[in-house]
């Protein structure tokens, strides 16, 4: 457990927590507070429960990094990974599939997760992507997409960028490949 109260993994998650988070919350009350409203149309009510729906998504990822700061999880990797594929890709038609399973050292743990959690959010936001495989060993980690690839062209991007300096901070290396038929991205593990 990360309950240090001055570390400042606990202080970003009371920021969170206090600011984000609670932003999120007033809006959702707020988009529940209209979809009732008695003289909305059928069509707008269906709009708006599907925004209301994303934004939830979106608060179950934000109380995830929450949780994920203040904590030291002792969960393998595999099942992190696939608790973190599950709220990216809910609501979405994309299939994903997760094999393998590696050692990671906890110290590391975390900023790989946050890695991989950009890169699968760039497969499901930019590339189009209807499937996305994770093969998981103990000295790599392949994510590949049968997206419109464009990943190499975003290289100068503030996501891959972040991506980049959390994998540097722990020791690993990233490669990319990307074509109109799908990117692939290896990160080879220290």
Same mark, same amino acid.
């Given at each position: 457990?990360?309950?240090?109260?001055?570390? #400042?993994?606990?202080?970003?998650? *009371? #920021?969170?927590?206090?600011?984000?988070?609670?932003?999120?919350?007033?809006?959702?009350?707020?988009?529940?507070? +209209? +979809?009732?409203?008695?003289?909305?149309?059928?069509? $707008?009510?269906?709009?708006? *429960?599907?925004?209301?729906?994303?934004?939830?998504?979106?608060?179950?990822?934000? *109380?995830?990094? +929450?949780?994920?700061?203040?904590?030291?999880?002792?969960?393998?990797?595999?099942?992190?990974?696939?608790?973190?594929?599950? $709220? %990216?890709?809910?609501?979405? #038609? %994309?299939?994903?599939?997760? $094999?393998?399973?590696?050692s990671v050292d906890s110290a590391h743990k975390?900023?790989?997760?946050?890695?991989?959690?950009?890169?699968?959010?760039?497969?499901?936001?930019?590339?189009?992507?209807?499937?996305?495989?994770?093969?998981?060993?103990?000295?790599?980690?392949? %994510?590949?997409?049968?997206?419109?690839?464009?990943?190499?062209?975003?290289?100068?991007?503030?996501? %891959?960028?972040?991506?980049?300096?959390?994998?540097?901070?722990?020791?690993?290396?990233?490669?990319? $490949?990307?074509?109109?038929?799908?990117?692939?991205? #290896?990160?080879?593990?220290?």
């Amino acid at each position: 457990m990360n309950s240090s109260p001055n570390s #400042e993994r606990t202080r970003l998650a *009371r #920021e969170l927590h206090d600011g984000l988070a609670q932003e999120l919350a007033a809006f959702g009350y707020r988009i529940d507070q +209209i +979809i009732g409203d008695e003289n909305q149309t059928q069509q $707008n009510r269906t709009s708006l *429960r599907e925004l209301r729906n994303s934004l939830s998504s979106i608060i179950n990822q934000v *109380r995830d990094e +929450i949780y994920d700061l203040r904590t030291d999880s002792p969960k393998p990797l595999v099942e992190q990974l696939k608790d973190q594929t599950q $709220n %990216i890709f809910s609501g979405s #038609e %994309i299939l994903v599939e997760v $094999n393998g399973d590696a050692s990671v050292d906890s110290a590391h743990k975390y900023e790989l997760l946050r890695a991989i959690r950009e890169l699968l959010l760039n497969s499901k936001r930019h590339a189009n992507a209807s499937k996305v495989i994770i093969n998981l060993t103990d000295h790599s980690i392949l %994510i590949s997409d049968d997206g419109e690839g464009g990943v190499i062209s975003k290289e100068s991007s503030y996501g %891959i960028t972040g991506v980049t300096e959390r994998l540097t901070q722990i020791g690993a290396k990233l490669a990319m $490949n990307s074509n109109p038929s799908g990117t692939t991205i #290896e990160i080879t593990l220290p």
